[in-house]
């Protein structure tokens, strides 16, 4: 494997992806970023989830100049959900470059988003629709862009973009360099690295068969407010070793960690927000034993080697597949088994079936357990601790103490009160509400009247004399809130 620090990039990007725990790069980034240093256009065909995002924000972000507050890179990215997380990875990419990136997409308030325009940011990663509702406001100026990426373009083509994907590179000027990415090659696409692109090098990254060996999959279709206390039972009936669950942002880390010790179970949380020195530590006590359960967002658990994870838990579904296969990729290793079980919303079924087909794997169909079950599985793993302790024959110490407490209380009623505390009684009760996290789900392409596809995240475009929605354009699906950041 290429390590980052044989492709000649600088000081302050290598220092960032030290702090992200990068040193090996992938084929797309070993392929794409020393063309991308050179300037060269490039058509990357590779899958997600093989590190498209540092193959061009590398590149990119070496060409910023900081002391220029304006947008000299942009990204165009199909969802929300991509713009977001392509714009959180940039920005830790380039964070010791002092560069400011903004994600700009459909459902959040036009006039945040002008203000923080204002700002100066370096790079932009925005949606179609959302960006070029902009350009005609003249509310975003990309007159200075010298790297334009188009992110899962094919994608894009399915949700009906294509026509606005070519209006806003016209509106690009054409001293640029161009990075496309696509899963697969349509003529539309190709059409694209023809017409608009400048002699463009291909970068081909053939896809990973992605399969999981050894692990037993099941899936709890269970409702968000339930999942909590579904969790809390199913660790009482497995009693894992070591075990992971992933949440999707790391607020949702924090609740079910809190949760969690709330309820008696020793557990830690690591995501984006933690100092390298805070993760290293919770990690070591993982490591160590000395808590059972990690909980992590995805890019806080990326790289993690730990041997002994027995159980992973899906509390929230990821976005895409091959992410699905890295999270549970972290239990079954050295040929044990392991454990992975996913909490499924009913508008999330189609997203695990999906999963299945990707993974070419069934995830069977689990029952969400009762209470009465996991008490039953608490105190037998309670019962077995016990019979251990009892089979050491290390007792002499005790028994003095316990025919005392035996000459005031019958043998069973001593025995049902050490399981009481030895189950941590009542705490398992205690209430927990955790804030609600949107489902993830296979969006559909809808059709007009007319046939035209039309999707996504794009605010009704309004004309701009008349007030009246235009007919035929995108649509805003307006579902959660904000997610807007800047590097400082």
């Known amino acids: 494997m290429t390590t980052f620090s044989s492709l000649g990039i600088s000081k302050p990007v290598m220092k960032a992806l030290e702090k992200m725990g990068f040193e090996e790069a992938t084929p ?35 060409k910023i100049d900081k002391d220029i ?78 790297t334009a990426v188009l992110d899962e373009a094919d994608e894009m083509l399915n949700m009906g973009f294509i026509d606005d994907i070519r209006d806003i590179l016209k509106a690009i000027p054409e001293e640029r360099q161009t990075l496309l990415f696509s899963a697969t090659m349509p003529k539309e696409i190709r059409d694209i690295g023809a017409k608009l692109m400048k002699k463009p090098e291909e970068v081909k990254i053939k896809a990973k068969e992605m399969t999981v060996e050894n692990i037993d999959q099941h899936f709890i279709e269970v409702h968000e407010k339930q999942k909590f206390d579904t969790l809390t039972n199913l660790l009482d009936i497995h009693a894992p070793t070591l075990a992971i669950i992933f949440g999707r942002t ?25 100092t390298q020195g805070k993760r290293m530590s919770v990690l070591n006590k993982f490591k160590n034993g000395r808590i059972e359960i990690l909980v992590a967002t995805d890019v806080a658990a990326r790289g993690l080697d730990i041997s002994g994870v027995t159980h992973v838990y899906n509390f929230d579904i990821p976005q895409d597949p091959e992410s699905y296969v890295h999270r549970i990729g972290r239990t ?10 996913s909490f499924i919303t009913p508008r999330e079924l189609p997203h695990l079936n999906l999963i299945e087909k990707v993974t ?24 077995d601790k016990l019979t251990s302790t009892i089979e050491k024959q290390e007792l002499d110490a005790y028994r003095e103490s316990a025919t ?47 046939k035209k596809k039309f999707r996504g995240d794009n605010k009704r475009n309004f004309n701009r004399k008349g007030g009246k929605p235009q007919r035929n354009r995108k649509f805003q699906n307006k579902r959660g809130k904000s997610n807007n950041f800047q590097s400082k």
């Open 250 to 274: 790391k607020k949702r880390v924090d609740e079910v960690t809190e949760g969690l010790h709330a309820r008696g179970f020793r557990a830690e949380g690591i995501h984006g927000d933690l």
């Open 404 to 450: 005392e407490i035996l000459n005031q209380y019958d043998s069973v009623t001593v025995v049902a009160a050490a399981l009481k505390m030895l189950t941590k009684g009542g705490r398992r009760n205690a209430p927990v509400t955790l804030s609600s996290v949107a489902p993830v789900s296979v969006k559909p392409a809808y059709k007009d009247k007319n």
């Open 28 to 62: 797309i980034q070993e392929q794409t970023i020393p063309l991308g240093l050179e300037g060269k256009d490039v058509i990357g065909q590779a899958q997600t989830g093989t590190g498209k995002t540092a193959a061009f924000g590398i590149p990119m972000i070496e």
């Open 69 to 146: 507050k304006k947008i000299q890179g942009l990204v165009i990215a199909p969802t929300r959900e991509l713009a977001i997380q392509v714009g959180e990875e940039i920005h830790r990419l380039g964070q010791f470059k002092g560069i400011r990136t903004l994600p700009v997409y459909g459902g959040q308030h036009m006039d945040r988003q002008i203000r923080a325009l204002k700002e100066g940011p370096q790079i932009v990663v925005a949606t179609p629709g959302r960006l070029l509702d902009h350009i005609r406001r003249k509310t975003i100026n990309i007159s200075n862009v010298h």
């Open 360 to 383: 070419k794997g069934k995830i069977k169909r689990m029952q969400a357990p009762s209470m009465d079950e996991a008490r039953r599985g608490q105190q037998q793993v309670t019962i």
């Open 332 to 341: 079954g290793r050295a040929g044990r088994g392991g454990e992975a079980v």
